[in-house]
């Protein structure tokens, strides 16, 4: 079980010393998921009121949670020019299910790509980035 759960972090690219901001925690979210990220940064994730610039946000978005647009504009505040941000909706049939179409045409209206999405059980991420071409003019 412990092997499976590390699995579900390194899926994250996350290394020991990553700086990880959550947002839109709630009691849904999968707390054994938190604690294999925060095993593999080394330390706590960061909370949005973080003045600190942010490496990797952790968005937990749900259906009814208001706008992604919004939402993700409000994230990407403290963003590193490399960093991402890994929006984590719940799978298909799960309460609160976001449809992926519903992240793919928020992101670039938010001003980031989508790079890819995992599986990570009762949990899909779908990783944003900023476009290259943004980062370079900052």
Known sequence: ???????????????SGT????VGWDEDADDDLRADIEDA???????????EVIDVIVLWWRDG?????????????????DGCVWVFS????SD?????????E?????GLTQTSTVN??????????????RSAKR
């Open 1 to 15: 079980m412990v092997a499976a759960e590390g699995n579900r972090a390194q899926k994250l690219g996350l290394e």
């Open 19 to 22: 700086l990880v901001q959550e």
């Open 41 to 51: 940064i080394g330390g706590e994730m960061l909370d949005d009121d973080s003045d």
């Open 65 to 81: 949670d208001g706008d992604l647009v919004d939402a993700l504009m409000d994230a990407i505040v403290p963003l590193a020019d």
């Open 90 to 93: 719940p799978k298909t049939g």
């Open 96 to 104: 609160g299910y976001v449809d992926p179409s519903e992240i793919a």
């Open 106 to 110: 928020a992101a670039p209206t938010a």
């Open 120 to 133: 990570l059980g009762d949990w899909s991420g779908s990783r944003l980035v900023q476009p290259k071409t």
